[in-house]
T-cell receptor, first 115, second 114 residues
Framework: DTGVSQDPRHKITKRGQNVTFRCDPI?????LYWYRQTLGQGPEFLTY????????KSRLLSDRFSAERPKGSFSTLEIQRTEQGDSAMYLC?????????????FGPGTRLTVL | AQRVTQPEKLLSVFKGAPVELKCNYS??????LFWYVQYSRQRLQLLLR??SRESIKGFTADLNKGETSFHLKKPFAQEEDSAMYYC????????????????FGTGTLLAVQP
């Protein structure tokens, strides 16, 4: 296992198109997080899964965004009707339950550019 | 409001000089504090966390609840320390499904000159 992987690494799309990103966490990690990072900012929390249950969503996650984690393994983040403001790096992280505050391991990110 | 502030966007030092990257936080409870580092063309990775009270790559950070600070320090900077450093706060305990989401600062770019 080489760590958290994300696909694609880069995505260029036109405004109004739908895009979907995939995250494969470290195997046996039951927690999965999505963050978004724009230029000059730190990562911002979007949503969190414990196994297959989505337990928290940020107000940043508008109704155009949807995330799933079927079977509690990989996760997908879909953005519908993309806008230029959606251009950002989308980061996925995973962690293992069992520690009081677990360590999150990050993927390389998917860079989205909306033209 | 939960917030992490890193006042310096860029910190430039010479090799061998001491380093202090500042981090202040705003949170009403008892958060856990972290420092994450991102080297050029690499992914974000954990450097250290206050609960562990350990030194990693010569870096240390002490949580000062009175000043709500968690500054990162190293006595002698090395060129390989050049990277982006993010301070982060976790408000959750992880118990009962509570999230351990991280709240990040805007980051400080550390540039160590030869």
């Amino acid at each position: 296992d080489t760590g958290v992987s994300q696909d694609p690494r880069h995505k260029i799309t036109k405004r109004g198109q739908n895009v979907t990103f995939r995250c494969d966490p470290i195997s046996e990690h039951n927690r999965l997080y999505w963050y978004r990072q724009t230029l000059g900012q730190g990562p911002e929390f979007l949503t969190y899964f414990q196994n297959e249950a989505q337990l928290e969503k940020s107000r940043l996650l508008s109704d155009r965004f949807s995330a799933e984690r079927p079977k509690g393994s990989f996760s997908t983040l879909e953005i519908q009707r993309t806008e230029q403001g959606d251009s950002a790096m989308y980061l996925c992280a995973s962690s293992l339950d069992g520690e009081l505050t677990d360590t999150q391991y990050f993927g390389p990110g998917t860079r989205l550019t909306v033209l | 409001a939960q917030r992490v502030t890193q006042p310096e966007k860029l910190l430039s030092v010479f090799k061998g000089a001491p380093v202090e990257l500042k981090c202040n936080y705003s949170y009403s409870g008892s958060p856990e504090l972290f420092w994450y580092v991102q080297y050029s063309r690499q992914r974000l990775q954990l450097l250290l966390r206050h609960i562990s009270r350990e030194s990693i790559k010569g870096f240390t950070a002490d949580l000062n609840k009175g000043e709500t600070s968690f500054h990162l320090k190293k006595p002698f900077a090395q060129e390989e320390d050049s990277a982006m450093y993010y301070c982060a706060l976790s408000p959750g305990t992880g118990l009962g499904g509570a999230t351990n989401k991280l709240i990040f600062g805007t980051g400080t770019l550390l540039a160590v000159q030869p």
